[in-house]
C-alpha cells in the first residue's frame, strides 16, 4: 500500500527543491480547518483571525478533502525555484475550464455530499467562472493571511533547502530521504520511493524526476500524487516550524546579552537556521540597516560566515558562536 513513485536512471539526476508561495497560501487555508495542525501556529492563528473570519473559504475548503484528490489547478507544483505568487496566480488564472471541471469534480467525490452541495453545483455549473473566483479568493488570502508573513516563511523553507541539499550532497539520496519524513521510504534496489497511504497508488518518473518541496503548513503530514501534466512532486513538513512564530528574543542567553550586547546577541541567537539581512529584520521587528549592521560586526568577529544564493547574501553561525548561543542560559 502506499504512493510509488518509480525513479529510472535520469530521474535521480533530476531531484531538485523549490518553494511555493500559492502552495503555503493554499495549506494555511487547510490549516485553519484542520485543528490537529494548528499547535505550532497559534501565534499566526491569533493575528489572522479577524482577518480570516472575513473570508468565505468554503470553496476552497470543498476542494481539499481530508483523504482523496485535492484540485491541484489551485496548487500546482511551481515551475521554477524562486517562483512569486504573482507569477503562481497567472497560472491559477489561466487553467484550461474543461480540465479544472474534471479535477474539481474529482475532488468534490471525495466528501460525501460535496456534489450535491451549492457550492460544488455553483463551481461544476460554469468552470470558467469557478476559476475567476477561485483565484481572486486566493490572491485575498494570500494579500490578508500570508503575504504580511512571507518573509519568516520563506526564510524558514529556503533553510530548509539548505539543510537538505548539504544532506544530499554529503550522503546521497538514501541521506535525503531518511531525513524528510518518517512517512516516506526509499527503496534503493527498486529505485523506488514510497510515501505510506491506506490506498496503492504508482507514478512512473519516466524522466520528469522529483520535485521536493518544503511547507511550513503541512506539518504533520506528507502529500503528493499530482496528476499530469504537473511534475511529479513531494510537498514535506519544512525543519524548525516549531519555533517558527516564536518572538527570537526569547532565545537569548542572558549571558550572552552581557557580553555582546542585548541586539548583538538577538542578530546572532536568531539565526538558528542560514537567514539573509531582510528575513532577519522582518523576524526581529528591526530596520535592514541596523541588522545589516550588526552582522558586519558579527562577521568580522569571527561569528558568522556568509554565502551569496542567487540574488541574496545568507549569514550562518560558525562553530564558536553555536558554542556561544547553545551554551548555559542561566541569568
Known sequence: MGLHHYFGHEDLLRCRFALSPAWETMEAVRTLKLTERQGYHLPWLRRIRAAADGLDLRPLWLLMPHRG????FIGPPPSGPGVSFEEELALIRGADPAAAHEDMRK????????LDSDTGRYLLADPARAVR????????VWSLLIE????RLRALLEADILFHSRRLAAGGLQSLFDGLHPGLAWDPASLTLTIERPSHHERVLGGQGLLLMPSAFIWPGIAGGFDPPWQP?????????????????????????????????????????????TALAHRLGLAPSTVSAHLGVLHAAGLLISARHGHQVRYERTPLAIALTTGDHAP
Open 148 to 151: 504580511p508573513h512571507w518573509p
Open 69 to 72: 484528490h485535492s484540485a491541484d
Open 133 to 140: 473566483d477561485l483565484a481572486d479568493l486566493m490572491e485575498r
Open 233 to 277: 512532486t513531494i510537498v514535506y513538513p519544512a525543519r524548525g516550524v516549531g519555533a517558527l512564530w516564536t518572538p527570537a528574543q526569547e532565545n537569548t542567553p542572558n549571558a550572552l546579552a552581557r557580553l555582546l550586547g542585548r541586539a548583538r546577541a538577538e542578530v546572532l541567537c536568531a539565526l538558528e537556521e542560514p537567514a539573509s539581512t
Open 107 to 114: 475532488s468534490l467525490a471525495c466528501t460525501p455530499g460535496a
